[in-house]
Structure formats: C-alpha cells, structure tokens
C-alpha cells in the first residue's frame, strides 16, 4: 500500500534543520517532497509546486522567524490551505501566537516533538486513508446473522419475516435494500421497532458493509412521524468510523437532521479537508465527499426557513 506523500516547506536558511526533518519523517516510511534551489531558480516553479501541492497528502511547515519572512513559504501555506491539505505546523524558536491567521486554530508541535507528536499525527492520517472494499455477504449468510441477533436481544415480531426484510436491507443490492426499506416504512410500530433495535446492535458489527447499512436505516427510518431511531450525535460518531464506507453511510443519513449541531458540521468539514481535493481518489471517496457535502448544503438550506 502506497503511504502517503508529504509536502515539507520551509525556508532554504533552514534548509539544514529541514533535511532533519525530513529524515525522520522518511524513517517512519513516509514519502517527502522537498523543494530545491533549482526548483526556486526555474521559471515553473508555481506550476511545479501547485501540481505537488495537488498530489500530496499532507502539508508539513516548518515556522521558524525565517520561514515567516520568507514570500514562498507563505505563498505554499496558501496554496495548501486553499486545496484542502491538513496542515501541520513544525514551529522552531517561535510560539503558536506568531502564526499566520489560519494556522493558529491548528495543532502544531515543536521540532523536539516531532517523533512524539508529529508522526504520530501522520500515522492517524494514513489510517483514513485506507480504503478497503466491503465484503457482500449472501442473503442466507444475512438472514442468518439476523436470526441470531434477534434471538439475542429478544424480538417479540416473527422471527423469520423480520430476518427476511433484514437480510434485504443489508443486501448488496441497491434496488433489494430500497423494497426493504418502504416495507420498513410501511410495516407495523413494533415491527419497525424491533427492526431498528436490531439495526442499533448491527452498528457494532464487525462487517464494514454492515455497519453502514445500519446507520443509514436508523438516520432514515423513524420509529414514528415524530419519533428518530437515533440521534444525531450517534450518527455523528460513526463520521469516525475507521471505514469510509461507514462514514459515507452516516454523512448521508445525517442529511436528515436540520439543522445540524456545530460539532457534527465541523467533522464533515473536517471530511472534506481530508479527502475532496485528492487526486488519488475511489468511488468509496467520491461518495464520502458527494454526501458530506450534500449534507452540509442541505443543512444551510434548511437553517435559512
């Protein structure tokens, strides 16, 4: 699996404490780029450095008194902050106080917390980025599982035609789980109850692919008109989920919920950071950030009634 590739800046008079760095980042099998004199001195420096910037994952500076003087550093800041990259500021003999503007809502390290701090930060950005496709379970497999959970949280609906509808919500197939959905909708209260309660304990499953079906069913199938399966703020701990698919699950069901609190919108803006300015991308992705989105926008529109 690739790692992902870092953008280290800083100004060439700390180009000796930049190689440090960048050695240890490289020793944590990290890929960096680094700029050059050469690259400075050419005429397609902005061109070269915009299509790095583009294809990095994350963006390291390095802010000593030099580097907040120097125009290039300040211009790559820019340049990172307007494409999205997370950012981490590596400061050296200034405080958190002297960063630009926008760098100071950031978390930065200094240089002597680099290995404690900084690679740490950048292990947990690589583990987001991992993408793995989610395994399609049969319809007996699915039925099976869903027998067991109801026996095991005691459902007091029929056994066998709640597994059946359970079995076809969690099916990979799209137009399967969308007739099981309007039978959901369309069943009695206690059946529907028993069918969420059974999504609520599936959440916790070791499957990605259920897990995310299972949130989506609670964000979207009341108990009642008036009545939610869940809440928002436990769809918004499955944003966290170390699965893209469950994430994308959850940021879709939460467009649901207007208007949205002010710690879940910051965790899909937080998504968007990460993820919507890759050029390195997978469907599982282009969904995470269609539905973030979405959900953001369909949370002004539904703040401006």
């Known amino acids: 699996m690739r790692r992902p590739g870092i953008f280290l800046s800083y100004a060439h008079t700390d180009k000796v404490l930049a190689e440090a760095v960048r050695i240890e980042i490289e020793k944590a099998g990290f890929t960096v780029w680094q700029d050059s004199e050469q690259l400075l001195a050419g005429d397609s420096f902005e061109s070269d450095i915009r299509?790095?910037?583009?294809?990095?994952?994350a963006y390291v500076v390095l802010i000593t008194p030099a580097s907040l003087a120097s125009a290039w550093v300040l211009m790559e800041i820019g340049g990172a902050w307007i494409g999205g990259l997370k950012i981490y500021p590596l400061i050296n003999g200034v405080s958190p106080t002297d960063l630009p503007g926008p760098l100071r809502q950031l978390s930065c390290c200094t240089v002597p917390e680099l290995k404690s701090k900084l690679l740490p930060a950048l292990?947990?950005?690589e583990a987001s980025f991992t993408i793995s496709e989610p395994t399609v379970r049969s319809q007996s497999e699915l039925r099976a599982l869903a027998s067991s959970?109801?026996?095991?949280?005691?459902?007091?609906?029929?056994?066998n035609a709640l597994s059946d509808v359970i079995a076809d919500a969690l099916s990979g197939e799209r137009s399967t789980r969308r007739l099981a959905h309007t039978a959901i909708q369309g069943s009695s209260w206690q059946f529907r109850l028993d069918f969420l309660a059974v999504m609520k304990r599936l959440t916790g499953d070791a499957d990605d692919r259920i897990r995310g079906e299972a949130y989506y069913c609670l964000g979207y199938i009341h108990i009642s008109p008036t009545e939610r399966a869940c809440s928002e703020e436990f769809l918004a701990q499955g944003l966290e989920d170390e699965s893209i698919f469950v994430r994308a699950c959850c940021a879709n069901a939460l467009s649901q919920f207007t208007p949205l609190l002010e710690s879940t919108l910051?965790?899909?803006?937080?998504?968007?950071?990460?993820y919507a300015y890759r050029t390195q991308t997978s469907e599982q992705v282009t969904q995470l950030v269609y539905y973030s989105s979405n959900t953001i926008r369909q949370n002004l529109i539904g703040s401006d009634r």
């Not at 299509?51 to 994952?57: E, G, R, T, V, Y």
């Not at 910051?266 to 990460?274: D, F, G, P, R």
């Open 51 to 57: 299509a790095i910037l583009n294809s990095s994952d």
């Open 123 to 125: 292990e947990k950005l």
């Open 149 to 159: 959970v109801c026996v095991e949280i005691t459902i007091t609906s029929s056994v």
């Open 266 to 274: 910051a965790k899909l803006q937080e998504t968007l950071s990460l």
